[in-house]
């Protein structure tokens, strides 16, 4: 190697290739073979999560460094690692030996798998080794070559691939138009998929509508055979109303056969009783005390009150949707605060769920919608990254490994514009977990973006160009945004998160007036057949000429028609059976017929209840902590000598696994014999002469999960270990600098 003035001729020593480069473009740490020992620099962090719960992390450093850096803070205990590597189109979006690989190089998919090989040999060793899952997603350009890679460095693992539609429109280069993506899964021997209530594949949509009356809330007036008063006089008994709070008061005893109810004015409202809807008498499904115990657990609930059968509707739980709500199928979510009858949604543990399966067609997936847009609502506009990722089709990925464990340990080292922690916070807010994350990723720029900068006159490490790194420019801000709800300006984050959990909620029935039509205009097939199709609905519901349609219901479009208001009755006792309708057209002439009707509907059935998934404004933010550092080297004589614990903490802090706010190091100009701060997972004895108060230090300290002895004789280290154990069993005693040491070879596996 030589210099010549600005620049440097290289030399590759097992090649011998030469190479020449600008100074400024150079950084030497280390000759390759020597070790390299690794600390992590503070550069950031937002935190709105509890205090002591887990934090994310943010690593900015080349992923290799990064990857042997976890092994030695986390190695055997991830969960899932998910990670979107460079997709090696051609678009010189990733670097080989400090080189951008374009389409024009004949040996890139051989360097891609070079590039990739090294790093999927460490991420398998931070893997839990039984339960441990890796993720690895990729476009037709390497789909093929990475499942013969991932067949021979994991023969022991099992693997599935899963084809994502993330391009709808598709993406057409003159043969078939690509609207695919692919996602590998190789799973450790008793690792397994979640059940989910959405296959991702069969064509039911989340939102689909489902009647409460229908699908959870039945009424309580028995229909059919054995309905009448007279087949169970012990279930026709009243139950007390507050009309002014509509409120259950509590049922009383059965009324004797001989007797008939007070029809009185200053009870009619105040009392319900079983009145079908012919006007008979008729019974409950239950008896009082039966009723009285399902009431005061909120099981049961006030419905319309029916002018013609001059009582009020009351609903309940039936035996199945209370043994769901035990089983956790349906969930109590609150009750009102007035009735006090139980709000429900439906739970994790629903009879619904089922294997996922192995292609994704949900409009959630598109990258467009949910990823370019998504970043633009989030940076206010501009999106500063191309082709990100649907967050949808990252967290149905992670929910398919690590939906039952709310404190599962994820790692992407990809992490590209940091999807993958967003769709963490997500699920955490979700179900209440505590999932950490992991996201390491580089600082650099693209290669059009690096030859503008040279061109201006900015080379790496100046300010301009770290400013405009992925990292700085949108992995971490990305991360800050949305955990905080507001970009750095105060301006709130715009748009709104699918949270993929359905809950039930109530809103009114539209109702419509024809009053430009008689109905006596209606008295043929054709007529009606031109009327159903004015209104977008199925012809097959006029009849033939010779038959009389007084009303007609349409499930497929979830609404009714009324043709002639004559047959009002008929038409309400039929509306019992359509819990479901959502549009409800009337024809009369006469505003005051409509205006009464409507009334009469909306007393008798009452708004519509539907299941509709729920949605959270990107404002909200999330409750979590999140680190951000840098990666960085040490010397090794500085770290033999002991003087590195400021710029080793922040490790001891990851190895015990990020619990609570990373302590600061003291400001003393020497080291502290030892560290134990109240709130912190972890001590430290610095000086083994203070192991005796060290130890009295920590007593009684059952939040601690690690302690690490500073000390270079190996045998005072287990005498210490060994009687720290005899007080605390569950604690992991390490030995610093021995065990820092002996790990840190970054250069042992690497090839030139």
Same mark, same amino acid.
């Given at each position: 190697?030589?210099?010549?003035?600005?620049?440097?001729?290289?030399?590759?020593?097992?090649?011998?290739?030469?190479?020449?480069?600008?100074v400024?473009?150079?950084?030497?740490?280390?000759?390759?073979?020597?070790?390299?020992?690794?600390?992590?620099?503070?550069?950031?962090?937002v935190?709105?999560?509890?205090?002591?719960?887990?934090?994310?992390?943010?690593?900015?450093?080349?992923?290799?460094?990064?990857?042997?850096?976890?092994?030695?803070?986390?190695? *055997?205990?991830?969960?899932?690692?998910?990670?979107?590597?460079p997709?090696?189109?051609?678009?010189?979006?990733?670097?080989?030996?400090?080189?951008?690989?374009?389409?024009?190089?004949?040996?890139?998919?051989?360097?891609?798998?070079? &590039?990739?090989?090294?790093?999927?040999?460490?991420?398998?060793?931070?893997?839990?080794?039984?339960?441990?899952?890796?993720?690895?997603? +990729?476009?037709?350009?390497?789909?093929?070559?990475?499942?013969?890679?991932?067949?021979?460095l994991?023969?022991?693992?099992?693997?599935?691939?899963?084809?994502?539609?993330?391009?709808?429109?598709?993406?057409?280069?003159?043969?078939?138009?690509?609207?695919?993506?692919?996602?590998?899964?190789?799973?450790?021997? !008793?690792?397994?998929?979640?059940?989910?209530?959405?296959?991702?594949?069969?064509?039911? !949509?989340?939102?689909?509508?489902?009647?409460?009356?229908?699908?959870?809330?039945?009424?309580?007036?028995?229909?059919?055979?054995?309905?009448?008063?007279?087949?169970?006089?012990?279930?026709?008994?009243?139950?007390?109303?507050?009309?002014?709070?509509?409120?259950?008061?509590g049922?009383?005893?059965?009324?004797?056969l001989?007797?008939?109810?007070?029809?009185?004015?200053?009870?009619?409202?105040?009392?319900?009783?079983?009145?079908?809807?012919?006007?008979?008498?008729?019974?409950?499904?239950?008896?009082?005390?039966?009723?009285n115990?399902?009431?005061?657990?909120?099981?049961?609930?006030?419905?319309?009150?029916?002018?013609?059968?001059?009582?009020?509707?009351?609903?309940?739980?039936?035996?199945k949707?209370?043994?769901?709500?035990e089983?956790?199928?349906?969930?109590?979510?609150?009750?009102?605060? +007035?009735?006090?009858?139980?709000?429900?949604?439906?739970?994790?543990?629903?009879?619904?769920?089922k294997?996922?399966?192995?292609?994704?067609?949900?409009s959630?997936?598109?990258?467009?919608?949910?990823?370019?847009?998504?970043?633009?609502?989030?940076?206010?506009?501009?999106?500063?990254?191309?082709?990100?990722?649907s967050?949808?089709?990252?967290?149905?990925?992670?929910?398919?490994?690590?939906?039952?464990?709310?404190?599962?340990?994820?790692?992407?080292?990809?992490?590209?514009?940091?999807?993958?922690?967003?769709? +963490?916070n997500?699920?955490?807010?979700?179900?209440?977990?505590?999932?950490?994350?992991?996201?390491?990723?580089?600082?650099?720029i693209?290669?059009?973006?690096?030859?503008?900068?040279?061109?201006?006159?900015?080379?790496?490490?100046t300010?301009?160009?770290e400013?405009?790194?992925?990292?700085?420019?949108?992995?971490?801000?990305?991360?800050?945004?949305?955990?905080?709800?507001?970009?750095?300006?105060?301006?709130?984050?715009?748009?709104?998160?699918?949270?993929?959990?359905?809950? !039930?909620?109530?809103?009114?029935?539209?109702?419509?007036?024809?009053?430009?039509?008689?109905?006596?205009?209606?008295?043929?097939?054709?007529?009606?057949k031109?009327?159903?199709?004015?209104?977008?609905?199925?012809?097959?519901?006029?009849?033939?000429?010779?038959?009389?349609?007084?009303?007609?219901?349409?499930?497929?479009?979830?609404?009714?028609?009324?043709?002639?208001?004559?047959?009002?009755?008929?038409?309400?006792?039929?509306?019992?059976?359509?819990d479901? +309708?959502?549009?409800?057209?009337?024809?009369?002439?006469?505003?005051?017929?409509?205006?009464a009707?409507?009334?009469?509907?909306?007393?008798?059935?009452?708004?519509?209840t539907?299941?509709?998934?729920?949605?959270?404004?990107?404002?909200?933010?999330?409750?979590?902590?999140?680190?951000?550092?840098?990666?960085?080297?040490?010397?090794?004589?500085?770290?033999?000598?002991?003087?590195?614990?400021?710029?080793?903490?922040?490790l001891?802090?990851?190895?015990?696994?990020?619990?609570g706010?990373?302590?600061?190091?003291?400001?003393?100009?020497?080291?502290?014999?030892?560290?134990?701060?109240? *709130?912190?997972?972890?001590?430290?004895?610095?000086?083994e002469?203070?192991?005796?108060? &060290?130890?009295?230090?920590?007593?009684?300290?059952?939040?601690?999960?690690?302690?690490?002895?500073?000390?270079?004789?190996?045998?005072?280290?287990?005498?210490?270990?060994? !009687?720290?154990?005899?007080?605390?069993?569950?604690?992991?005693?390490?030995?610093?600098?021995?065990?820092?040491?002996?790990?840190?070879?970054?250069?042992?596996?690497?090839?030139l």
């Amino acid at each position: 190697m030589k210099l010549d003035g600005h620049r440097a001729h290289c030399l590759r020593p097992k090649t011998h290739e030469q190479r020449t480069f600008e100074v400024n473009d150079l950084l030497v740490v280390r000759q390759f073979g020597e070790p390299i020992f690794p600390s992590l620099m503070p550069l950031g962090k937002v935190q709105t999560g509890p205090a002591n719960q887990p934090w994310h992390t943010l690593i900015e450093a080349d992923n290799y460094h990064a990857l042997q850096l976890l092994e030695y803070l986390c190695g *055997g205990q991830v969960d899932c690692i998910y990670i979107d590597p460079p997709y090696n189109t051609g678009a010189r979006d990733w670097k080989y030996n400090n080189d951008y690989v374009d389409g024009n190089d004949t040996w890139r998919h051989s360097k891609w798998l070079s &590039f990739m090989q090294k790093r999927l040999r460490l991420a398998q060793r931070l893997l839990k080794p039984h339960t441990g899952v890796l993720i690895v997603t +990729v476009d037709e350009h390497e789909v093929h070559h990475l499942g013969m890679l991932l067949e021979q460095l994991f023969p022991k693992m099992y693997r599935q691939m899963v084809t994502i539609v993330t391009t709808p429109g598709g993406v057409t280069q003159g043969r078939f138009s690509r609207v695919e993506e692919y996602a590998l899964f190789s799973f450790n021997s !008793e690792a397994f998929t979640a059940l989910s209530e959405d296959d991702l594949l069969s064509a039911v !949509e989340n939102g689909k509508k489902l009647s409460a009356a229908q699908d959870v809330w039945q009424s309580l007036i028995r229909r059919g055979v054995g309905s009448q008063r007279r087949d169970r006089p012990g279930m026709f008994y009243p139950i007390a109303i507050d009309p002014a709070k509509r409120k259950i008061r509590g049922a009383g005893g059965p009324l004797p056969l001989n007797e008939n109810p007070d029809w009185g004015p200053a009870v009619e409202r105040t009392v319900a009783w079983p009145v079908r809807s012919d006007g008979e008498l008729g019974r409950w499904r239950v008896g009082p005390t039966t009723f009285n115990q399902l009431l005061e657990k909120g099981y049961v609930k006030l419905g319309g009150y029916d002018e013609k059968r001059r009582t009020w509707t009351v609903l309940y739980l039936q035996r199945k949707a209370i043994a769901e709500i035990e089983q956790g199928v349906l969930r109590v979510v609150s009750r009102d605060p +007035v009735t006090g009858a139980v709000c429900l949604e439906h739970g994790a543990g629903s009879e619904q769920l089922k294997p996922i399966k192995t292609v994704w067609n949900r409009s959630i997936h598109h990258a467009g919608a949910h990823g370019s847009t998504l970043l633009r609502n989030i940076f206010g506009g501009n999106s500063r990254f191309s082709f990100p990722k649907s967050i949808y089709a990252t967290r149905d990925a992670l929910n398919a490994i690590v939906r039952n464990n709310p404190n599962a340990l994820i790692l992407d080292f990809f992490a590209g514009s940091g999807t993958t922690l967003n769709a +963490v916070n997500l699920m955490n807010a979700v179900d209440g977990g505590t999932r950490r994350c992991i996201l390491v990723t580089n600082n650099e720029i693209s290669g059009e973006e690096a030859d503008q900068l040279r061109r201006s006159g900015d080379h790496p490490g100046t300010a301009k160009w770290e400013e405009q790194g992925i990292c700085r420019w949108v992995t971490w801000p990305r991360s800050k945004f949305t955990i905080l709800g507001k970009r750095d300006d105060g301006t709130p984050l715009n748009g709104e998160y699918l949270t993929s959990r359905l809950v !039930e909620k109530t809103r009114d029935r539209k109702f419509v007036h024809v009053g430009f039509l008689d109905p006596k205009a209606l008295n043929t097939s054709t007529r009606r057949k031109q009327f159903l199709s004015a209104l977008a609905l199925p012809q097959t519901l006029a009849g033939r000429d010779e038959e009389s349609v007084p009303y007609v219901f349409s499930d497929e479009k979830a609404a009714t028609i009324l043709l002639d208001p004559n047959s009002v009755d008929a038409w309400l006792e039929a509306l019992d059976e359509h819990d479901e +309708v959502e549009v409800i057209y009337i024809v009369t002439p006469k505003k005051r017929d409509f205006d009464a009707i409507k009334k009469t509907v909306m007393e008798r059935v009452g708004p519509l209840t539907c299941r509709q998934e729920e949605r959270r404004p990107l404002s909200e933010g999330f409750s979590a902590n999140l680190e951000y550092f840098k990666l960085d080297f040490l010397d090794k004589d500085q770290i033999s000598l002991r003087r590195r614990f400021k710029e080793i903490l922040p490790l001891l802090w990851l190895r015990a696994g990020a619990i609570g706010p990373r302590p600061g190091s003291p400001n003393a100009a020497t080291d502290p014999p030892m560290f134990a701060p109240p *709130g912190v997972t972890f001590a430290v004895l610095l000086d083994e002469r203070r192991f005796s108060k &060290f130890l009295r230090l920590i007593e009684g300290r059952s939040d601690l999960t690690h302690i690490f002895i500073v000390t270079d004789a190996e045998d005072a280290f287990k005498e210490m270990a060994s !009687e720290i154990s005899d007080t605390a069993q569950s604690v992991s005693v390490v030995q610093l600098y021995r065990d820092y040491l002996d790990n840190f070879m970054i250069n042992r596996d690497s090839e030139l």
